[in-house]
């Protein structure tokens, strides 16, 4: 019995992305998930990337053991199925980890079958005539081309709707929050566009392959990190099933006998609102980066639209800003009364777990940067 051998250097990558994809669909099955109601839809659309994971390890295997040699439409055909694939899984994955709940298995589905009928037609073109196939392959480019654009722009779609989510459930700036998302997917970008000009220049087939194995060891890293750090995304994916409350005024006249009682249980919420709010400045609560503004207002024994509301008409200005001032404030304290502490320290104490929203915030109120503004101290010392 002849037996598939390893021919290339290109096939050997092949043969090593595959195992490695087989161990991280290992790993990613036998690692315990949470088994919170929250995190329900991830591992939902987890299960679904474990399809999709087993899928590119059977198509790995073929192209390590189909024999290319110097058939050099085999291996520009290979190369740019394999990178279909991976464009797929890429953005499904990066989907799943700002907003699993988008991710359904009819889709998964039917994107790979799509992408898996193309490329049979494509490959049963490699036996035909040059012109033949030349048609067949641009006409695969072309689309793979497409296939990207749309994967690009939905990428950025989700991206958007996820910081919007984030921030109206946190109530602060949070994009520095799924940067690491998007350096994932824009890495998992080029390692595509390396794919479509390793197609047609042989030459660059090896930069390719080492930037395909590096590409998926940090796949598993950020499927690690997703898993230990992500319970920021969680929360909101869990909340966004909620229907949101809004607050509005009514149109009639409410009833004599009832404004005076209404009134006084304004007066009352209000007053209580004032004091739990005294206490909880003064307890530095405002420095909890880990809490949702309608968790803030039910420590602080009002509603979330009772809090909005007194904000708006009372304070003058969005809980946001307000709690961003007072975290410039203890900022500058802690300047002047503990030289010490390096800036970067300073700012997490303060609330900031991104060094470049404290600088920007900080700049805006001062009008000097946190390093500008702690030499002015110094020189008046």
């Known amino acids: 019995m002849i037996l598939p051998t390893i021919t290339t250097v290109s096939d050997l990558w092949s043969l090593l992305t595959s195992f490695a994809f087989l161990i991280m669909t290992f790993i990613f099955v036998l690692c315990p998930h949470p088994s919170d109601r929250q995190w329900k839809h991830f591992n939902t659309a987890g299960h679904y990337l474990i399809f999709a994971f087993i899928v590119i390890v059977i198509a790995n295997m073929i192209r390590a053991f189909v024999p290319s040699g110097n058939n050099q439409k085999l291996t520009s055909s290979i190369v740019m199925v394999m990178a279909s694939y991976q464009s797929m899984l890429i953005t499904m994955t ?31 073109c490699v ?19 497409v296939l990207c ?27 520095y929050r799924v940067q690491w ?29 080492i930037l395909y194995s590096f590409f998926y060891a940090y796949f598993l890293v950020c499927m690690f990190r997703y898993q ?69 207002a039910e420590e602080l024994g009002v509603s979330y639209n009772f809090l909005t509301f007194y904000f708006a008409q009372t304070v003058g ?29 300073i700012g997490e104490q303060v609330g900031y777990n991104d060094r470049g929203n404290f600088y920007r915030h900080f700049t805006q109120s001062v009008g000097l940067t946190p390093t ?7 020189k008046d010392r």
């Open 228 to 296: 230990f750090e992500a319970s920021y995304l969680i929360r909101v994916v869990a909340d966004s099933g909620t229907e949101s409350v809004i607050v509005h005024l009514e149109t009639t006249e409410p009833e004599e006998e009832n404004v005076e009682s209404v009134n006084k249980d304004f007066l009352c919420k209000e007053k209580l609102l004032e004091k739990n709010l005294q206490t909880w400045v003064e307890n530095k609560r405002y420095t909890d980066t880990t809490q949702s503004v309608k968790e803030i």
């Open 127 to 145: 036996g035909l005539s040059q012109r033949v196939w030349n048609i067949a392959f641009f006409s695969y480019v072309v689309g793979y081309i």
């Open 317 to 345: 200005e969005q809980f946001r800003m307000w709690r961003r001032s007072l975290r410039i404030e203890e900022a500058k304290r802690l300047l002047k009364e503990e030289p010490e502490l390096s800036i970067p320290e």
């Open 181 to 209: 998302i998007s350096r994932f997917f824009y890495f998992g970008l080029m390692v595509g566009i390396v794919a479509l000009f390793a197609a047609f220049i042989p030459e660059l087939s090896k930069i390719f392959g």
């Open 372 to 378: 500008a503004y702690k030499e002015q101290i110094e």
């Open 94 to 124: 990066a989907i799943v980890f700002m907003q699993p709940q988008r991710v359904k298995r009819n889709d998964i589905v039917l994107q790979l079958f799509i992408i898996t009928i193309t490329s049979l037609f494509l490959f049963s």
């Open 149 to 175: 654009s749309l994967y690009t722009r939905l990428f950025m779609n989700t991206k958007r709707r996820c910081i919007k989510e984030l921030e109206n459930f946190y109530d602060e700036e949070m994009s």
